[in-house]
C-alpha cells in the first residue's frame, strides 16, 4: 500500500519558518520524483518545487530564494524547508511521488495545513 504522510504544517507568522516533511512507504523511492504542490482556498493546485531522483531541484517562482526542498534517498523522506513565510503562502501542501517508469502514476498525501498569519 503506498503512503505519502505529511507533517509540519501549523500556524506562522509572517517572516517566520516552517519545515514540511513527508514520509513514504509503499513505494521504490528512487523510481519516482518527488515533489511538493499547495492549494490555497479557491485556487488550483500549483508546484512548489519538483525534486528529481538526481539532479537540480526546481521552484516556482514564488518560492524561489525563501523554499528549499530536499531528499533522503535512505529514509525515503522528503522534506521543505520554507523561511521568510508571506500570507500568501497559506494553503495545504501536498506531497507528490510520480513515477519515472509510468508517467501516468502519480500519488498523493492528504496535505498538510500552513496558515500564515500575525
Known amino acids: 500500500q503506498v503512503r505519502l504522510v505529511e507533517s509540519g504544517g501549523g500556524l506562522v507568522q509572517p517572516g517566520g519558518s516552517l519545515k514540511l516533511s513527508c514520509e513514504t512507504s509503499?513505494?521504490?523511492?528512487?523510481?519516482?520524483?518527488m515533489g511538493w504542490y499547495r492549494q490555497a482556498p479557491g485556487n488550483q493546485r500549483e508546484l512548489v518545487a519538483r525534486?528529481?531522483?538526481?539532479?537540480?531541484?526546481q521552484y516556482a517562482d514564488s518560492g524561489k530564494g525563501r523554499f528549499t526542498a530536499s531528499r533522503d534517498n535512505n529514509e525515503n523522506m522528503v522534506y521543505l524547508q520554507m523561511d521568510s513565510l508571506k500570507p500568501e503562502d497559506t494553503a495545504v501542501y501536498y506531497c507528490?511521488?510520480?513515477?519515472?517508469?509510468?508517467?501516468?502514476?502519480?500519488?498523493w498525501g492528504q496535505g498538510t495545513q500552513v496558515i500564515v498569519s500575525s
Open positions: 525534486l528529481p531522483r538526481f539532479g537540480t531541484t
Open positions: 509503499g513505494i521504490t523511492f528512487g523510481h519516482y520524483a
Open positions: 507528490n511521488a510520480h513515477s519515472l517508469f509510468n508517467t501516468q502514476v502519480d500519488y
